[in-house]
Nanobody, 123 residues
Framework: QVQLVESGGGLVQVGGSLRLSCAASGGSFSNCAMGWFRQAPGKEREFVAG????????YYAESVKGRFTISRDNALKTVNLQMNSLKPEDTGIYYC????????????????WGQGTQVTVSS
């Protein structure tokens, strides 16, 4: 069982930056592919960024490529999402998720979820 707790959300102006963090406990973090997802009001949850459990390969939604960077620290059991050049359409609740031994970024494929952190980008 992996527990995930997100932090770092908040209100930011267009063009600004935020850094989200996800702290994991329990389970075997180093064997988990880790992802960030988001859900805007009235919309389905969507994949934002992911990082594999071995080799550190990264994956991004087209809408955030070049603006967001995902990273992980297996010793600290954390995964971070650096978000730059934020846009109003980046607004939503951001969720951290874990998937054992599988870099499958479908929402239904993730094994564990955090409670989410709100990101609001104002224009």
């Amino acid at each position: 069982q992996v527990q995930l707790v997100e932090s770092g959300g908040g209100l930011v102006q267009v063009g600004g930056s935020l850094r989200l963090s996800c702290a994991a406990s329990g389970g075997s973090f180093s064997n988990c592919a880790m992802g960030w997802f988001r859900q805007a009001p009235g919309k389905e949850r969507e994949f934002v960024a992911g990082i594999s459990w071995v080799g550190g390969s990264t994956y991004y939604a087209e809408s955030v490529k070049g603006r967001f960077t995902i990273s992980r620290d297996n010793a600290l059991k954390t995964v971070n999402l650096q978000m730059n050049s934020l846009k109003p359409e980046d607004t939503g609740i951001y969720y951290c998720a874990a998937n054992y031994f599988d870099s499958n970024w479908d929402v239904g494929a993730m094994d564990y979820w955090g409670q989410g952190t709100q990101v609001t980008v104002s224009s």
